[in-house]
């Protein structure tokens, strides 16, 4: 049991697309009233379904030319403690992303750096000097597209 | 190019989106004309693309999320095009990255349960064309998820 319905969907499928559409104009084009409509959103709210906003940059112009993408696997499992590599790894400003994954590696970085040659500092400096980090493998981002998935 | 004031404006709306304009003005030392006519500006030379709303699919009831890495038979022209077009056709994908590097594409996949992931992936991803080898790692914990640039 769901407690959410088609016209909830709808109103995060556009939110996701554009996030500073009002309760007026997400309304309109649901055929929902402003109030009813600003009830959804904020139901959706309270119960952490949206879940923030983000702003959409453009990378390249802004200087970052490169997205890399690196597999981690801890070296000596069980000796270093997860926390260390954690907190210090979510430290390193140029990491945008790290996840915990269970396969062939323990995390996941997204990485950004301004060249290869920049992100090649990164990598040598920052990640390999990080706490019981092992083998590492890194595939250069060259698209990426999101979709709005189930809804 | 940028200056220091369009960089703090852009890095504080990193932290927080959702900021009222005098809010941003205070915290970037500045006046909300001179903010608003800034980010008009970013976004009329495209560095601000827009906001969008980030979607908690845990709270949706989608309690699994996998990381297909695939490696794809590039002996065939067409290889790449097919399995991004069928890819976008299966619901569950909610992000499709292509890679330079061992992997050539990744999709970000989403399921209710256990059961529910194996359904999607004997269902539709075996079914996707022209897959050489495909890996999974399975999201265990997301630590930092902020995207944010260290501008």
Known sequence: MTPWDDLDFALLRALSQDATQSAGSLGRFLGLSQPATWRRIKRLQEAGVLAGRRIDLDAEALGFGVTVFLGVKLATKGRVSLEDFERAVTAIPEVQTVQHVLGLYDYRLRVVARDISDFERVLRRRIMALPGVGDVEANVLLSEERLSGPL | ?151
């Open chain 2, 1 to 151: 190019m940028l200056d220091d004031l369009d960089r703090r404006i852009l890095r504080f709306l990193q932290s927080d989106p959702a900021a009222p304009m005098a809010e941003v003005a205070e915290r970037c030392q500045s006046q909300p004309a001179t903010v608003a006519r800034r980010l008009e500006r970013l976004k009329a030379q495209g560095i601000l693309r827009g906001q969008y709303a980030v979607i908690d699919w845990a709270v949706l009831g989608y309690a699994v999320e996998v990381s297909l890495r695939f490696t794809l038979d590039k002996t065939n022209a067409k290889a790449f095009d097919e399995f991004l077009t069928a890819a976008r056709e299966i619901r569950q994908v909610i992000a499709i990255q292509t890679f330079l590097g061992r992997v050539d594409v990744r999709l970000s996949v989403i399921a209710k349960d256990m059961a529910d992931y194996q359904k999607l992936y004997r269902n539709e991803i075996l079914n996707l064309p022209h897959i050489l080898e495909l890996e999974a790692l399975m999201h265990v914990a997301t630590l930092k998820t902020a995207e944010a640039l260290p501008l």
